[in-house]
């Protein structure tokens, strides 16, 4: 079984397991919480593919359920430096068409519902855990994002052609909330990181290499302007042609380092036989 464990970074042969699954893998997704105490894990039942989020006490080793099920799926939203111990889940338990969007803290396991989703897509939030966007897709194959007007109702914030909706999507707010980070492949051959300020709507271009696509998965969603800039050239250096690639991305699953003042840690999935179950 591929339970999680964790262990100092320069002192990997100190790890010890802060899992012990006997059932099925864990999922391949993890979150380490800017609180430096807890960490997200995934589990379905019985290859159902639904999905719950759970988390574990790095202090205690106490395990505690986030989302709800059998028979609902979830996947993370959010999560934020400003609220340590909160993230934002997504889960289908009211209706299984939609996602709500759910404020949770992790340790207490507390659950409050942030947006209803009637009948969209999905949604897109910042770092202050705020509802920005709402997601939907249009009959010719366009996606389309909303942002809500005074009067409190959805209007169109920018539309994404069907051939670009793929590899065009917002990324994540600036820190101060007056950009908005894209990726974005409208007039080009392959995505450019763009940031749109807000109020202008001017766009100015952060990074772009022709040959090589962009991917966000470096790109955290607490980095400031610069850092978002520095995550995206290091996620393209990684996605650029190979050997039998063909210019597609050479990302792969990765153990989650995460460093607090003092201490280094890294968290990865791994087999352990243990015969006790959470």
Same mark, same amino acid.
């Given at each position: 079984?591929?339970?999680?464990?964790?262990?100092?970074?320069?002192?990997?042969?100190?790890?010890?397991?802060?899992? %012990?699954?006997?059932?099925?893998?864990?999922?391949?997704?993890?979150?380490?919480?800017?609180?430096?105490?807890?960490?997200? *894990?995934?589990?379905?039942?019985?290859?159902?593919?639904?999905?719950?989020?759970?988390?574990?006490?790095?202090?205690? =080793? =106490?395990?505690?359920?986030?989302?709800? =099920?059998?028979?609902?799926?979830?996947?993370?939203?959010?999560?934020?430096?400003? *609220?340590? &111990?909160?993230?934002?889940?997504?889960?289908?338990?009211?209706?299984? $068409?939609?996602?709500?969007?759910?404020?949770?803290?992790?340790?207490?396991?507390?659950?409050?519902?942030?947006?209803?989703?009637? =009948?969209?897509?999905?949604?897109?939030?910042?770092?202050? *855990?705020?509802?920005?966007?709402?997601?939907?897709?249009?009959?010719?194959?366009?996606?389309?994002?909303?942002?809500?007007?005074?009067? /409190?109702?959805? %209007?169109? *914030?920018?539309?994404?052609?069907?051939?670009?909706? $793929?590899?065009?999507?917002?990324?994540?707010? &600036?820190?101060?909330?007056?950009?908005?980070?894209?990726?974005?492949?409208?007039? $080009?051959?392959?995505?450019?990181?763009?940031?749109?300020?807000?109020?202008?709507?001017?766009?100015?271009?952060?990074?772009?290499?022709?040959?090589?696509?962009?991917?966000?998965?470096?790109?955290?969603?607490?980095?400031?302007?610069?850092?978002?800039?520095?995550?995206?050239?290091?996620?393209?250096?990684?996605?650029?042609?190979?050997? /039998?690639?063909?210019?597609?991305?050479?990302?792969?699953?990765?153990?989650?380092?995460?460093?607090?003042?003092?201490?280094?840690?890294?968290?990865?999935?791994?087999?352990?036989?243990?015969?006790?179950?959470?």
């Amino acid at each position: 079984m591929l339970n999680l464990w964790i262990a100092p970074i320069d002192r990997i042969d100190e790890a010890r397991p802060v899992t %012990a699954v006997t059932d099925r893998n864990l999922g391949p997704w993890m979150v380490w919480m800017h609180d430096d105490r807890h960490v997200v *894990f995934f589990r379905e039942a019985a290859g159902d593919e639904n999905w719950r989020a759970w988390r574990v006490d790095l202090q205690t =080793g =106490g395990v505690r359920v986030l989302t709800p =099920g059998p028979g609902v799926t979830c996947y993370i939203q959010q999560r934020s430096r400003h *609220f340590p &111990s909160e993230l934002l889940t997504a889960h289908n338990a009211r209706d299984k $068409r939609y996602f709500d969007v759910y404020r949770v803290n992790v340790a207490t396991g507390e659950s409050a519902l942030l947006q209803l989703n009637d =009948g969209l897509v999905g949604h897109f939030t910042d770092q202050q *855990f705020r509802v920005r966007f709402a997601r939907r897709h249009t009959d010719d194959g366009d996606v389309e994002y909303l942002q809500r007007g005074t009067d /409190g109702e959805w %209007a169109l *914030f920018s539309r994404i052609g069907a051939e670009d909706n $793929r590899s065009t999507r917002p990324i994540e707010f &600036s820190a101060d909330g007056r950009e908005l980070y894209w990726l974005d492949s409208r007039g $080009r051959d392959t995505a450019a990181v763009v940031a749109q300020d807000l109020e202008s709507g001017m766009v100015r271009v952060l990074a772009k290499d022709p040959p090589c696509r962009f991917h966000p998965a470096f790109a955290r969603s607490d980095q400031r302007a610069p850092g978002c800039r520095r995550a995206c050239i290091q996620a393209r250096r990684v996605a650029g042609p190979g050997p /039998g690639l063909s210019g597609r991305s050479r990302l792969t699953r990765a153990a989650i380092a995460r460093r607090s003042d003092d201490q280094h840690h890294v968290a990865r999935p791994a087999a352990v036989d243990r015969r006790v179950s959470i």
